[in-house]
């Protein structure tokens, strides 16, 4: 998978598979034309299709849910760039796992230089703040920590009372420390969540001393406790 996205990147960006401004001027949306006219957009828009393919073999109802979702979001975005392309990194990581999402792809690239040092969360999808790692630790597990602790998962936490978890080992968030440098984008809000219950938001990061990114959930479960 990962092979096919490099590929179509490759094609895409360099603009022998990429349309012309003027064969999209047809197209009638905002957001069907920001990918149309969107190297990067474009490239992942035909990845997509290829990790929906796989994803519909194994869990076939909960998939369309997410591209009917997908959708929506996409279209709500409107012709705001930075808003679309979180879509899609939610999509593709929702349905294919990070491994279907860009390695190059970093949160500086969503931010698109309007990334601010905040001390709150961010609260559209699209939108970013700079923040700082305050903590790392297992997922599970009490002082003193162990390196084997991290193979039942991993959390993290941040000045602006942000947090992510995975329950699996995160190499990048374990090379993390406190006091490095991140930005955070939003890039999806659960649908059909309880009154008062807005768990499983997820946040693409990228560090701004490692380098490395990560796309995850703020809680070990979604609203409504799924």
Same mark, same amino acid.
């Given at each position: 998978?990962?092979?096919?996205?490099?590929?179509?990147?490759?094609?895409?960006?360099?603009?022998?598979? $990429? *349309? @012309?401004?003027? @064969?999209?001027?047809?197209?009638?949306?905002?957001? *069907?034309?920001?990918?149309?006219?969107?190297?990067?957009?474009?490239?992942?828009?035909?990845? =997509?299709?290829?990790?929906?393919?796989? &994803?519909? #073999?194994?869990? #076939?109802?909960?998939?369309?849910?997410?591209?009917?979702?997908?959708?929506?979001?996409?279209?709500?975005? +409107?012709?705001?760039?930075?808003?679309?392309?979180?879509? /899609?990194?939610?999509?593709?990581?929702? =349905?294919?796992?990070?491994?279907?999402?860009?390695?190059?792809?970093?949160?500086? &690239?969503?931010?698109?230089?309007?990334?601010?040092?905040?001390?709150?969360?961010?609260?559209?999808?699209?939108?970013?703040?700079?923040?700082?790692?305050?903590?790392? $630790?297992?997922?599970? +597990?009490?002082?003193?920590?162990?390196?084997?602790? /991290?193979?039942?998962?991993?959390?993290?936490?941040?000045?602006?009372?942000? /947090?992510?978890?995975?329950?699996?080992?995160?190499?990048?968030?374990?090379?993390?420390?406190?006091? @490095?440098?991140?930005?955070?984008?939003?890039?999806?809000?659960?649908?059909?969540?309880?009154?008062?219950?807005?768990?499983?938001?997820?946040?693409?990061?990228?560090?701004?001393?490692?380098?490395?990114?990560?796309?995850?959930?703020?809680?070990? $479960?979604?609203?409504? +406790?799924?």
């Amino acid at each position: 998978m990962w092979r096919a996205v490099m590929i179509a990147l490759t094609i895409l960006v360099a603009g022998s598979a $990429h *349309a @012309d401004s003027s @064969d999209c001027k047809g197209v009638p949306s905002p957001d *069907a034309r920001l990918v149309c006219n969107d190297p990067l957009l474009s490239a992942l828009d035909t990845v =997509l299709p290829q990790v929906r393919e796989k &994803a519909e #073999k194994e869990r #076939k109802a909960e998939t369309r849910q997410a591209l009917r979702d997908f959708n929506s979001d996409r279209s709500a975005c +409107g012709s705001d760039r930075s808003c679309v392309l979180s879509a /899609y990194l939610a999509i593709l990581g929702e =349905l294919g796992g990070s491994k279907s999402i860009p390695a190059d792809i970093t949160a500086s &690239a969503i931010a698109a230089g309007r990334a601010k040092p905040s001390p709150t969360l961010p609260t559209k999808i699209g939108q970013c703040t700079v923040t700082n790692v305050t903590a790392v $630790h297992p997922r599970i +597990g009490e002082d003193p920590i162990k390196d084997e602790d /991290y193979d039942a998962g991993t959390g993290i936490e941040y000045a602006n009372d942000g /947090y992510q978890v995975s329950y699996y080992r995160e190499e990048a968030l374990i090379a993390s420390k406190p006091g @490095d440098k991140v930005t955070m984008c939003l890039i999806s809000i659960p649908k059909r969540c309880p009154p008062d219950d807005d768990r499983g938001r997820e946040y693409f990061v990228t560090n701004a001393r490692t380098g490395q990114s990560w796309a995850m959930a703020d809680s070990q $479960h979604a609203c409504g +406790g799924q």
